[in-house]
C-alpha cells in the first residue's frame, strides 16, 4: 500500500491492557505526526518527531508513548489508558520544514480506539 | 497559543450552489493555512492551502482567500456536488510544524 498506512484500524482495550499503534509511510517523509480526533473537537497535535527525534511533544499524559526507530516508522506504546482516551489516533507524515514555512502532512487512515 | 475558530459548523446547501466555510486565527505568526476533506470514517485529505505571501489561491471548483490584516481566511465551493459533502477542516500553523485545527464544518450538498 501506498502512502501512510496505519495498523490496526480498529483496537479494542481494558484499563489495564498494554497496546501498540503502528503508523508507516513510504512517501520518503522525514517527519511524522500523532493526532488525536475526537467527538465534536479539533484534531489535536500529540507528537511530532524531524528525523526520528521527538521535537514536540503537546503536553501528552504519560500514559502515551511515542517511538519512531526510523524516519518510515512510528509507534504510540498505549498503557494504562483511561475511557476518555477513546478516540481515533491518526498519523501524518510530511516534509520536514527546511524555511519555517508549513509543510503539507499526510494523513493515514488511522486507528479507532476504544477504551473499556 | 494559537486558536483557530471555524464557522459554520454545518452547512447544507443544494447541488450547485456555492458554499463557503471561514476560519479565524489569533497568531499573527501563523503562515501557512491549509484545508482537509474527511469523509466519513476515512481520513483527513489536503484540498488546498495557501502560504501567507498569498491573498487567493484557486483549484477549478475549490478557492481560498487570506486576510492576514484580520487574521481570517476561507474556503470557498463553486458549484456543489453531492460528492462534496463531508466534513472541511481549516488549520493555521503557527511555527513550524504545528498545525491548530478548527473544528469543522460539516457540508452536505443535496440533489
Known amino acids: 500500500e501506498t502512502g501512510v498506512t496505519q495498523t490496526p484500524r480498529h483496537l479494542v482495550m481494558g484499563m489495564t491492557n498494554k497496546k501498540s499503534l503502528k503508523c508507516e509511510q513510504h512517501?520518503?517523509?522525514?517527519?511524522m505526526y500523532w493526532y488525536k480526533q475526537s467527538a465534536k473537537k479539533p484534531l489535536e497535535l500529540m507528537f511530532v518527531?524531524?528525523?526520528?527525534?521527538?521535537?514536540e511533544n503537546n503536553s501528552v499524559p504519560s500514559r502515551f508513548s511515542p517511538e519512531c526507530p526510523n524516519s518510515s516508522h512510528l509507534f504510540l506504546h498505549l498503557h494504562t489508558l483511561q475511557p476518555e482516551d477513546s478516540a481515533l489516533y491518526l498519523c501524518a507524515s510530511s516534509q520536514a520544514p527546511r524555511t519555517g514555512a508549513g509543510e503539507t502532512q499526510y494523513f493515514g487512515p488511522g486507528t479507532r480506539l476504544l477504551v473499556l | 497559543g494559537e486558536n483557530v475558530e471555524q464557522h459554520p459548523s454545518t452547512l447544507s446547501v443544494q447541488e450547485g450552489d456555492s458554499a463557503v466555510i471561514k476560519c479565524t486565527y489569533s497568531?499573527?505568526?501563523?503562515?501557512?493555512f491549509p484545508w482537509y476533506k474527511q469523509e466519513l470514517g476515512k481520513r483527513p485529505q489536503l484540498i488546498i492551502d495557501?502560504?501567507?505571501?498569498?491573498g487567493e489561491k484557486k483549484d477549478q471548483r475549490i478557492a481560498v482567500t487570506l486576510n492576514k490584516t484580520a487574521k481570517h481566511f476561507s474556503l470557498h465551493i463553486t458549484e456543489t456536488q453531492p460528492e462534496d459533502s463531508a466534513v472541511y477542516f481549516c488549520?493555521?500553523?503557527?511555527?513550524?510544524?504545528?498545525?491548530?485545527f478548527g473544528t469543522g464544518t460539516r457540508l452536505l450538498v443535496s440533489p
Open positions: 488549520a493555521a500553523t503557527p511555527g513550524f510544524q504545528k498545525l491548530v
Open positions: 512517501l520518503g517523509h522525514n517527519a
Open positions: 518527531y524531524n528525523f526520528k527525534e521527538q521535537t
Open positions: 495557501i502560504r501567507s505571501n498569498v
Open positions: 497568531d499573527s505568526a501563523s503562515n501557512y
